[in-house]
């Protein structure tokens, strides 16, 4: 599969990096390879022949953000068969999108749908554009609460699954919503990225769902109504923590665990409030959340886990250059183990749950004592992702 880049803006990708031929922006490099080519009853096909710049560039994002492979064949988006509802809904909303900006009246873009080779004209079905935007990112907002709600009991909720997705497309496509400030709206669409990633995963993901959705379910409580948190104790008898560089979804993590452990506690502003007698407790859920890193406050949990990290890739390597050495092997399932966890802060997610599910591989494959030939490529594989990391 060929790597390729993206313009935003313009709306087109191509196989090399640098600037957009149009606008002069820096190309973007995609998290993912080329769709290839395939049978042509395992494809469908978009005509995008009359779409806008902004248009193609908002889809080639979205694609990219919901990890759908495609390609392009001209101007024509050929997606795999089974992509084919997703992408369907994309379409629709960006069709809506555009027809609600001219007023309703015409200029809305060619889709035409094409299945194989045949590129058979239809017009793909949008919701109604006469709803109001702001009103259709609120629904979409009440939609993925409630069903991160649902995920955060049942992990294995399809229904709630596909509602996820289906709200998502309005959230990444919209710049902001009524009373959510910057930093809080790009938490959102970071943990329903996560969220999504995980709820594809081929291998079952029950409490890195529940994580995530539980997370996802406190950042949007203040925007679809509910109780916040409890008031602190009495100030006397108070804990004051600046955290003021902690993310978004960080302080809605912690809020979960506090809630799960039943202390009380509130935010004002930057800083938490916690009774003084729950101290030692607050202090030891801050290690899972995993605290930023700062010149005098990390423990020794945050040095080791990035130690383990550089200690896999190391490992890895020798592996691939010698994959029936068991001590060398031994060595590999040992810091996968302990380096398994949340992506550390400032890492891509998707790109570390590819890692961490290349890991798995390779010390199943090692215990259960597969060919040397076939650890070595899963050996060479995880060391190549984790170049780019360490």
């Given at each position: 599969?060929?790597?390729?880049?993206y313009?935003?803006?313009?709306?087109y990708e191509?196989e090399?990096r640098?600037?957009?031929?149009?606008?002069?922006g820096?190309l973007?490099a995609?998290?993912?390879a080329?769709?290839e080519?395939?049978?042509?009853?395992?494809?469908?096909?978009?005509?995008?022949g009359?779409?806008?710049?902004?248009e193609?560039?908002?889809?080639?994002g979205?694609?990219?953000?919901l990890?759908?492979?495609h390609?392009?064949?001209d101007d024509?988006?050929?997606?795999?068969?089974e992509?084919?509802?997703?992408?369907?809904?994309?379409?629709?909303?960006?069709?809506?999108?555009?027809?609600a900006?001219?007023?309703?009246?015409?200029?809305s873009?060619?889709t035409?749908?094409?299945?194989?080779?045949?590129h058979?004209s239809?017009?793909?079905?949008?919701?109604d554009?006469?709803?109001?935007p702001g009103?259709?990112?609120?629904?979409?907002?009440?939609l993925?609460a409630?069903a991160?709600?649902?995920?955060?009991?049942?992990?294995?909720?399809?229904?709630a699954?596909a509602?996820?997705?289906e709200?998502?497309?309005?959230?990444?496509?919209?710049?902001?919503?009524?009373?959510?400030?910057?930093?809080t709206w790009?938490?959102?669409?970071?943990?329903?990225?996560?969220?999504?990633?995980f709820?594809?995963?081929e291998?079952?993901?029950?409490?890195?769902?529940?994580?995530?959705?539980?997370?996802?379910?406190k950042?949007?409580?203040?925007?679809?109504?509910?109780?916040?948190?409890?008031?602190?104790?009495?100030?006397?008898e108070?804990?004051?923590?600046?955290l003021?560089?902690w993310?978004?979804?960080?302080?809605?993590?912690?809020g979960?665990?506090?809630?799960?452990?039943?202390?009380?506690?509130?935010?004002?502003h930057d800083?938490?409030?916690?009774?003084?007698?729950?101290?030692?407790e607050?202090?030891?859920?801050f290690?899972?959340?995993?605290?930023?890193?700062?010149d005098?406050?990390d423990?020794?949990g945050?040095?080791?886990?990035y130690?383990?990290?550089?200690e896999?890739?190391?490992?890895?390597?020798?592996?691939?250059?010698d994959p029936?050495?068991?001590?060398?092997?031994?060595a590999?399932v040992?810091?996968?183990h302990?380096?398994?966890?949340?992506?550390?802060?400032?890492?891509?997610?998707?790109?570390?749950?590819?890692?961490?599910?290349?890991?798995?591989?390779?010390?199943?494959?090692?215990?259960?004592?597969?060919?040397a030939?076939?650890?070595?490529?899963?050996?060479?594989?995880?060391?190549?992702?984790?170049r780019?990391?360490?």
């Amino acid at each position: 599969m060929s790597k390729i880049w993206y313009c935003p803006s313009c709306g087109y990708e191509v196989e090399s990096r640098g600037r957009c031929h149009s606008c002069g922006g820096k190309l973007v490099a995609s998290r993912l390879a080329q769709l290839e080519t395939g049978e042509e009853d395992d494809e469908v096909g978009y005509r995008l022949g009359d779409w806008e710049d902004w248009e193609r560039g908002r889809l080639i994002g979205a694609l990219n953000d919901l990890e759908i492979l495609h390609r392009f064949e001209d101007d024509d988006l050929v997606v795999a068969a089974e992509d084919e509802a997703r992408v369907d809904d994309l379409v629709g909303d960006i069709v809506s999108t555009a027809t609600a900006s001219e007023g309703g009246e015409g200029g809305s873009p060619g889709t035409g749908r094409a299945a194989g080779s045949d590129h058979a004209s239809t017009t793909t079905g949008s919701p109604d554009a006469s709803d109001e935007p702001g009103e259709e990112v609120a629904s979409s907002i009440r939609l993925l609460a409630d069903a991160a709600r649902r995920l955060r009991d049942d992990p294995t909720d399809m229904q709630a699954d596909a509602d996820v997705a289906e709200a998502s497309t309005a959230v990444f496509f919209s710049d902001g919503f009524a009373g959510a400030d910057e930093e809080t709206w790009a938490a959102v669409g970071r943990v329903t990225r996560r969220l999504l990633s995980f709820l594809g995963a081929e291998e079952a993901m029950e409490d890195s769902i529940r994580s995530e959705a539980s997370v996802l379910a406190k950042l949007l409580l203040p925007f679809v109504g509910g109780g916040g948190p409890e008031a602190g104790a009495d100030e006397s008898e108070q804990t004051v923590y600046e955290l003021p560089e902690w993310l978004p979804e960080q302080r809605a993590q912690l809020g979960v665990l506090l809630e799960a452990a039943g202390i009380v506690y509130e935010w004002e502003h930057d800083d938490l409030v916690v009774p003084s007698d729950r101290e030692q407790e607050v202090e030891e859920l801050f290690s899972k959340v995993g605290r930023p890193l700062d010149d005098e406050g990390d423990d020794d949990g945050g040095e080791a886990r990035y130690r383990a990290i550089a200690e896999l890739f190391a490992a890895s390597g020798r592996l691939a250059s010698d994959p029936g050495d068991e001590q060398r092997a031994a060595a590999v399932v040992t810091w996968a183990h302990e380096a398994e966890g949340p992506p550390p802060l400032g890492m891509d997610e998707v790109h570390w749950l590819r890692i961490m599910s290349r890991a798995k591989a390779l010390s199943q494959a090692i215990e259960g004592g597969l060919h040397a030939d076939l650890i070595g490529e899963e050996a060479s594989a995880l060391h190549g992702l984790l170049r780019t990391v360490v």
